[in-house]
């Protein structure tokens, strides 16, 4: 009995430039997903700003800006942040999916938005705590420190509960 070697298969090589197109392509795609996702964010913040701005009295550019009011500032950076957790957490339950993360997204962040809105009325009602009060102070209140602490909470709660 004669043993002849058997061929051993040998994996061609790539043609040129395969691999640089399908990097190129996914790198494509990514930096597309990354720009949408920004934006969307970006335009979350905005309306959040916005919103807060219809709930607290007064302009708050200008109670920021100008009067440079520690309750307003605390109170509006807590509300974006809360936003940019439940934008942050739809980004990453979206699972690729770029469309439906994107939409997932838009629907989270107004969601959120308007529950923080919500819940910054009713700690004006139940707990007796007016924004308006607040952001008239020129000195930082517990107040505020305690209605930024809600935002956040809501922001990460509505963020895990998009996970």
Do not use: C
């Not at 009060?133 to 505020?144: K, N, R």
């Amino acid at each position: 009995m004669i043993l002849t070697p058997q061929p051993v298969p040998v994996p061609l090589p790539s043609p040129v430039g395969v691999e640089a197109i399908s990097l190129a392509e996914t790198l494509g795609r990514g930096a597309l997903a990354i720009a949408a996702y920004a934006a969307l964010g970006v335009i979350l913040l905005i309306i959040g700003f916005y919103v807060i701005d219809m709930a607290i009295p007064g302009k708050l550019s200008h109670l920021i800006k100008s009067d440079r009011n520690p309750n307003a500032t605390l109170l509006t950076a807590s509300g974006l942040a809360a936003v940019g957790l439940i934008v942050a957490a739809s980004i990453w339950s979206s699972g690729g999916a770029l469309h439906e993360g994107l939409l997932a997204t838009a629907v989270f962040g107004l969601v959120g938005i308007a529950v923080q809105t919500v819940a910054m009325i009713a700690f004006d009602k139940i707990a007796g705590m007016s924004v308006r009060d607040l952001v008239s102070e020129p000195e930082l209140q517990p107040g505020a420190r305690l209605l930024a602490v809600t935002h956040l909470v809501i922001g990460l709660i509505t963020a895990v509960a998009v996970i």
